[in-house]
């Protein structure tokens, strides 16, 4: 189905939401990605075959673990 080069990942690899979009629809809040995958803006995805993907974003929690301490200087 893709005709790009390199050609993009195909639907059953693990990286196959980084192919090229190819009917953007970002008031109806999803995408149709090259490899036949339809993507919504909430992460979650509806793969050619019918299976369903889950939202998958961070959890905010974990990414603020993750983050530096900030040490704001006090007033003398």
């Excluded at 809040?29 to 974003?57: K, M, Y």
């Amino acid at each position: 189905m893709c005709q790009h080069q390199p050609p993009c990942p195909t639907a059953d690899a693990v990286d196959r939401e980084a192919a090229h979009v190819v009917a953007p629809h970002p008031e109806q809040g999803w995408s149709l990605l090259c490899n036949g995958i339809v993507l919504f803006e909430d992460t979650g995805a509806l793969l050619p075959n019918g299976q369903s993907i889950p939202p998958h974003r961070p959890v905010l929690t974990q990414v603020a673990a993750r983050l530096p301490q900030l040490s704001w200087p006090t007033a003398a």
